[in-house]
C-alpha cells in the first residue's frame, strides 16, 4: 500500500470536524467515506473494508467504544479514536476496546495526517524472512501470512498487536525496554505508557493459558516486557542488549 494512497472511514457526528478531516485527508490523496452515528460507521466498515478509520467516541446510536468492539470482531483494520474525552481512564477505554491509537480533540491537520501515516505505514510493513514461522509450546507464529494461532486455533489481533508480539518474539529471552517498544511501535516515548501497557493487556487475554499468570509475556518490573520462549537458551539477558538498534 502506498502511503497517501488509501481508504479512510471518518466517523464522527459534528459536520465541521467531517469537512475539515475530509479536505485534508483528499488533498493529501486519500479516498475518504464519512459516517455520522455508530450503525452506520459498522455498516460502512463491513461494506467496504477501509485501509484506517477515524473513530469519534461521542456518536448516536452506538458510541465509538462500542463501535469499536464491534469492528474487531470481523476486521484487524487500524482504529484512530478521535476524542474531546482526554482523560487517561477514557484514552484506556478506548485502548481496552481495540484502537491502536488515540488523537485528543483539537488537533492539527498536521499531526493527524503523521498518526495517520504511522498507523498505514505499520499496516504495510512486510515482515522480514517471509517464510519464517516461529513455534513455541502452542504458540505458532506465521510472519508469511501475519497469522497466530495457539494450540492450531487462529487467533484474531489488530496490526498494532500483531506488531507488538513480532517485536517480543524477535528478542524472544530479552527483557525490552517500555520506551524501546513504544518508540517502534508507536514512534512515542515513555509519556504515553497507557498505550503499551493496553496493549500488552489485550495480548495476554488472546495468547496466554492463564492471562493473571502468564507464561509467554512477563512483565519485570520498573524495566519493561521479555517473551519467554521455550526454545531460548538464556531467558534473562540484560536490558541494554535490546536498546534501540
Known sequence: MTIGQGRILVVDDEPRYIRLIQVNLEASGYEVRAATNGRQAIELAAAHSPDLILLDIML???DGYKVCREIRRFSSVPIIMLTALGRTADIVKGLDAGADDY???PFSAQELLA???ARMRRAGLAEP???AVYKTNDLTLDMASHRLFISGEEICLTPTEYRLLVELVRHAGRVLV?????EQIWDTDQHEPQLLWQTIHRL???IEPDPSNPC???TRPGIGYIFLDSNTDSPHR???ETLPR
Do not use: G, H, N, V
Open 60 to 62: 448516536p446510536f452506538k
Open 103 to 105: 488523537i485528543a480533540k
Open 115 to 117: 498518526r495517520i501515516r
Open 129 to 131: 524472512e517471509p517464510d
Open 178 to 182: 517500555s520506551s524501546f517498544l513504544l
Open 204 to 206: 495476554r487475554q488472546k
Open 216 to 218: 509467554y509475556i512477563q
Open 238 to 240: 540484560s536490558a541494554q
